[in-house]
C-alpha cells in the first residue's frame, strides 16, 4: 500500500510539471498616469521579460514609439524613456534601443485619446525560447487620470491603472 501510494504522488507530481510545462506564462502591466505622462507597471509572472513595447494611434493605426527591450525585467517603464543599464531576468545587464522613431523622442501622446499597446515577452517552454504577443488599448489622461478597455485578456480597473494580462 505504501508503494501505491508513493506512486500515485510521484504520477501526480510530473504530471503537475508537465502542466507547467506546456502553460503559457502570464505577466500584465498596467498604464498609469504620472505627473510626466504615462508610467507602464510590469507585473513579469513568470515570463522571462519585454522582448518589445509598441504604441501605435488607434485610428488610424499608425506607429508612435517601437523600442526594443532586449529582456527588460524592471517594475516600471516610462513613455518615451528608452532604458539602459538594467538588470535581466538572469542577472545580465543590458540596455534598450529605439527603434522609432530613429532619431529624438517619441511624439506627446495627446490628452484624451485612445492608443494600442502591444507587448512582446518571452518565456521558457520544455527548454525552448518562446514569445507571447499581447495587445491593448489604453486612453491618456484628460483629466489627470488614465481610463482605458483593453482587447484579449486585459480588463480594466476604472480610473487610474489599466489593468492588461498576457495569456
Not at 17 to 35: C, M, R, W
Not at 110 to 124: I, N
Request: one cysteine or more; aromatic letters at 10%; charged letters at 20%.
Amino acid at each position: 500500500m505504501f508503494l501505491v501510494a508513493i506512486f500515485v504522488t510521484s504520477a501526480f507530481a510530473i504530471v503537475l510539471l508537465l502542466i507547467k510545462q506546456f502553460a503559457i506564462p502570464t505577466g500584465k502591466i498596467d498604464a498609469v498616469a504620472s505627473e510626466h505622462g504615462i508610467d507602464f507597471n510590469v507585473d513579469y509572472g513568470r515570463t522571462n521579460g519585454l522582448l518589445r513595447l509598441q504604441i501605435f494611434e488607434q485610428d488610424p493605426r499608425s506607429l508612435i514609439w517601437d523600442v526594443s527591450l532586449h529582456y527588460f525585467h524592471e517594475p516600471k517603464l516610462s513613455y518615451g524613456e528608452v532604458p539602459q543599464g538594467f538588470i535581466t531576468f538572469n542577472g545580465s545587464t543590458n540596455s534598450a534601443a529605439q527603434v522609432f522613431p530613429a532619431n529624438g523622442a517619441p511624439e506627446k501622446l495627446r490628452s484624451g485619446e485612445e492608443y494600442v499597446l502591444k507587448t512582446d515577452w518571452q518565456y521558457d517552454r520544455l527548454g525552448t525560447a518562446q514569445i507571447k504577443s499581447q495587445e491593448h488599448c489604453f486612453r491618456t489622461p484628460s483629466n489627470g487620470s488614465a481610463t482605458g478597455k483593453s482587447k484579449g485578456t486585459g480588463k480594466s480597473k476604472g480610473t487610474g491603472v489599466i489593468n492588461n494580462k498576457i495569456g
